[in-house]
């Protein structure tokens, strides 16, 4: 069905797959995030108008509720599902040194074929699961060709362009030549990025990456303090750079688990800066639960950035899941409702502010233009069971159709036959 135009009806949830390929010229009868039904018309990619429920052609999305476009803000698509890879039990127990010292004795065995053929896998999971925009970082690698995995993610992209948003950014440790990254810049990386928080000098490594942001006018992302200890904030020198150099681009820093150990009077100045400094914040859960506070025997830390103090000033704050079945994270499913369950879990947010991290928020993040239900908002979106927004950010609803630019580019549905009746005696 790939290129028919959409008409008739959505189904049940527990229906045939059937809308892959379906481009949705309107949709009629869907129940929108704030509990309204209405109809919507969709063209060139964009949702046109939203009106009441009408009636007339188009399709009938009765029993479907409407929510934003998932995004994936930090994903790690040159890493992804290498578990496989290694010794069953070995990524089992990893904290973050151990977990780079494993995918580094991993590297000189990966082809950039293998980095393409994980990646592919892992985009498939992603949309499925309702995430059709994607930022991943990819290592400059220090055995072989150091581009191998960016240039297999940057094919990818171009494989990808029109069914998936990929944004493509650098990930240069403090042993990566300039050269490496102007060459990188040079093969069309739509970001720049680092770990200053892992080189010996961290201002240093975050004043060469700006450096290089700079002269290329290329967004920024950082991974940025993402240990426990509280001696010194990356985060900190971050804002305080961006501020002074003037960077128009848009900032990013990822991860920020320093900043969620500061109690209340070290923590505000911080992110007063932050917020100043217009810098987006990217929380990282499920990997960082797991590979922060090993050393701990009591009060475990839980990993996360300070989410609640964030937002309350008014910062961007997106949420990803970082890695996918790798050493730094050996579970994961690929799934935007995984993160929400844990924002609102281990992070305290509201349901309803953790589905935005997820949502539109992350588009913010990622500079590009919303996606919602108003007139002129981009076309990603998907279609769940029409059920409260609480139980959608749950994560119990497996059926989803996926929309692209107005494509359908996923349509999953499900069907549970239980017997419960008592045994015949």
């Not at 007339?56 to 479907?64: C, H, L, M, Q």
């Not at 960016?150 to 362009?161: K, N, S």
């Not at 959608?392 to 497996?398: D, E, F, R």
Request: charged share 20%; with cysteine.
């Amino acid at each position: 069905m790939t290129g028919a135009r959409g008409a008739g009806q959505v189904g049940p949830v527990d229906g045939p797959a059937s809308l892959a390929g379906v481009e949705l010229t309107a949709l009629r009868n869907v129940r929108l995030l704030d509990g309204t039904l209405a109809d919507l018309d969709l063209a060139a990619g964009e949702i046109t108008v939203v009106k009441p429920v009408e009636g007339g052609p188009g399709t009938d999305a009765t029993g479907w509720r409407l929510v934003p476009g998932a995004g994936e803000p930090h994903a790690h698509l040159d890493k992804a599902l290498s578990a496989e890879q290694i010794t069953p039990g070995r990524h089992a127990g990893n904290d973050l040194v151990t977990a780079i010292e494993q995918w580094r004795a991993l590297v000189p065995t990966l082809t950039a074929d293998d980095f393409a053929e994980r990646a592919r896998r892992a985009v498939r999971r992603y949309v499925a699961n309702g995430i059709t925009t994607i930022r991943t970082h990819a290592d400059a690698l220090l055995a072989g060709d150091p581009l191998r995995g960016v240039d297999a993610l940057l094919g990818l992209r171009e494989e990808l362009r029109g069914a998936v948003t990929l944004q493509v950014c650098l990930l240069a440790g403090q042993d990566v030549p300039d050269a490496v990254i102007e060459d990188a810049i040079g093969r069309g990386i739509d970001v720049i990025g680092g770990c200053p928080h892992l080189a010996d000098e961290p201002a240093k490594e975050t004043s060469r990456i700006l450096d290089h942001a700079e002269r290329s006018g290329l967004p920024v992302d950082l991974h940025t303090d993402e240990q426990t200890t509280t001696t010194h904030l990356d985060l900190a020198d971050l804002a305080e750079q961006v501020i002074a150099r003037g960077l128009q681009q848009q900032v990013t820093a990822s991860h920020c688990v320093r900043l969620g150990m500061l109690d209340h009077d070290r923590r505000r100045p911080v992110v007063d800066l932050v917020a100043k400094a217009g810098i987006g914040i990217v929380t990282l859960p499920i990997t960082n639960l797991y590979l922060q506070g090993r050393d701990a025997d009591a009060a475990v830390p839980r990993g996360l950035t300070a989410v609640r103090a964030l937002l309350d000033a008014g910062v961007p704050v997106a949420a990803g899941a970082d890695n996918l079945r790798d050493p730094f994270n050996p579970v994961g499913r690929a799934d935007p409702f995984e993160t929400t369950s844990l924002l609102v879990s281990a992070g305290h947010l509201r349901p309803a502010e953790a589905l935005a991290a997820v949502t539109t928020t992350t588009r913010t993040v990622l500079g590009l233009l919303a996606a919602g239900t108003g007139p002129g908002a981009r076309a990603d979106f998907m279609l769940v069971p029409d059920v409260p927004v609480d139980e959608v950010v749950a994560g119990t609803q497996a059926a989803r159709i996926v929309v692209h630019g107005g494509r359908v580019v996923a349509d999953t549905r499900v069907s549970t036959v239980l017997d419960l009746d008592p045994m015949p005696r």
